[in-house]
């Protein structure tokens, strides 16, 4: 297959939202494919090639964008085995032979195709071809049943060998694809509830655990052997030997573990988000230990536990590792729940996960087994850049640089503004239409890929909260940042204080962190309730 005919069905898909249209597009994509072109033709589409990170800078490839090819010629093949190439280039004189292959690479494609690789090479397409898009196109163009296909990927971790087997195999060969301890399996998902009454309401009887600031991981055992991976199932192992030898000591042969991992301070509070992500990211162990806490278990000695209701998943769990196991009740009393949830706050935690205790493990589905309960902060802001938008953001002015007040001129003149973080979370393509001539209207400058602008617009920003920042001057970055709505009704010097958002910060005078309480597990505040029988506390 040409890499034009897939780079043109990428354009098919970021030009429409109808998510028919995009299932259409992919399904005569992969009809079309030969099956040694199925592994290298996912990786295209998810900017994931399937010979894993090429090492090739952003200024390489611009530096790149000369002379292409006036027709297509290149095929996925071609691509795939100029990124075998490039893998294996190591060693002395490798800068220059990896500039050797990507200059006949670029000279063989057209403009639009080298485009699409230059963002396949540095992780930045975005053409709406998600993960559930491609599924659903794999199960049209294969003409097999959706639930099997998404439940192979979510078993296997692996899109582009679903599609291989499901476009190649037989039926029962797609439907045979199951748990495998040491494989990474790609984590069941949380949706949102505003509070512990509403998710309650939906789940009923239901496990309600401290929903902890970590990293989420998941551990295999096999013997001896034990792997841990990540959300994205990255295998970190040789980065947590802390959590290796935890898992070693389990009194089983064969496991897969779910959980959080986190770093505790010396009095057994958990430390701000960035240093727990630090210490997981850094590529040798570091003096900061990081602990594993789990809440659910997917197999057991020989015994696929995923379709078990959660209440034996949970059994299970408190009989293998008890002083593992994150802190929970099981109740279906709203002030039961509301209280747990207020003490997973005071212990410095997100708030509280509420799980239905009959449901079944959903590997890689968000639905509502699983709610998240968090406390949603709103704040008043300034706009003081946009950036342009890509993709079917195209010719809009989209990610919104944000700015708090700094009334008494820390971090600058009084009455300025200091830079707190990014977001093109939560627009409309009515609110798009409407900054894009707005600010069109206030440009005073530039910043990297848009504009500056006046710093005259509030808009109302919801955040999960902040943390910690060494690239922001205010020493505060918002996390998980989303618009709610533009304020013309408040002037700027109205806009929430550079003060009020580092007041947020883990440790702070008034923040939740910061209320002292006896601190069970080293995870913080006790229960307001009874613990559930068995739990260790």
């Known amino acids: ?130 993960e559930g898009v491609l599924l659903d196109a794999v199960a049209r163009a294969s003409d097999r049943d959706g639930a099997v296909v998404r439940r192979a990927a979510m078993l296997s971790g692996d899109l582009g060998a679903t599609a291989e087997v499901a476009l190649t195999g037989s039926a029962e060969e797609l439907a045979s694809v199951g748990l495998v301890v040491g494989r990474g399996v790609q984590p069941m998902l949380a949706s949102t509830a505003t509070s512990v009454q509403e998710a309650l309401a939906v789940a009923g009887l239901a496990s309600v655990e401290y929903k902890l600031d970590g990293a989420r991981v998941q551990v295999h055992r096999h013997g001896d052997d034990v792997r841990v991976f990540t959300r994205t199932l990255a295998d970190v192992t040789h980065r947590v030997p802390e959590i290796v030898e935890v898992v070693r000591a389990l009194p089983v042969t064969d496991v897969i573990l779910d959980g959080e991992t986190l ?114 902060h709103t704040f008043d802001l300034v706009v003081l850049g946009v950036e342009r938008g890509s993709g079917r953001r195209s010719g809009w002015l989209s990610n919104l640089h944000l700015g708090a007040l700094d009334p008494r001129g820390v971090f600058g003149d009084p009455g300025g503004f200091v830079m707190v973080g990014k977001t093109f979370k939560g627009l409309t393509d009515e609110l798009l239409g409407w900054q894009t001539a707005h600010f069109s209207e206030r440009e005073i400058g530039v910043v990297p890929g848009g504009i500056r602008v006046t710093p005259d617009t509030v808009v109302e920003i919801a955040i999960d909260g902040v943390q910690r920042s060494t690239r922001y001057p205010g020493g505060v970055a918002l996390r998980f940042a989303r618009v709610k709505g533009y304020r013309p009704d408040k002037p700027v010097a109205e806009a929430d204080t550079i003060d009020t958002l580092r007041s947020l910060l883990p440790g702070a005078t008034g923040s939740p962190a910061s209320d002292p309480e006896d601190t069970p597990s080293g995870l913080g505040a006790e229960t307001d309730g009874e613990p559930e029988e068995g739990t260790t506390r």
């Not at 040409?2 to 990428?10: I, K, M, W, Y």
């Open 263 to 376: 770093s505790l301070d010396d009095d057994g509070a958990p430390r701000p988000f960035q240093d727990t992500m630090a210490r997981f990211g850094a590529e040798t162990a570091r003096e900061i230990a990081l602990r594993p806490w789990f809440f659910d278990l997917l197999h057991l000695d020989g015994r696929d536990l995923i379709d078990e209701p959660l209440s034996e998943r949970r059994a299970e769990l408190e009989r293998i590792a008890p002083d593992l196991r994150i802190p929970s009740i099981v109740t279906d009393d709203p002030d039961a729940a509301d209280a747990f949830s207020r003490a997973a706050l005071r212990a410095g935690h997100e708030g509280v996960m509420v799980k239905g205790v009959d449901a079944p493990y959903t590997a890689g589905r968000r639905g509502k087994s699983w709610l998240k309960v968090k406390p949603v």
């Open 1 to 130: 297959m040409l890499l034009g005919e897939l780079q043109a069905a990428l354009t098919t898909v970021a030009a429409t939202r109808s998510r028919l249209v995009k299932v259409d597009a992919l399904a005569d994509l992969l009809r079309g494919l030969a099956p040694d072109e199925i592994l290298p033709a996912i990786g295209l589409l998810t900017a994931a090639p399937r010979q894993g990170r090429l090492g090739i800078g952003w200024r390489t490839l611009v530096a790149r964008d000369g002379d292409h090819a006036e027709t297509s010629e290149l095929t996925v093949a071609d691509v795939d085995a100029a990124f075998s190439r490039l893998a294996a280039i190591s060693g002395s004189g490798s800068a220059a032979a990896r500039i050797t292959v990507l200059d006949d690479l670029s000279r063989r494609a057209t403009p639009d195709e080298w485009d699409l690789l230059v963002r396949v090479m540095t992780g930045e397409l975005r053409t709406g071809a998600l």
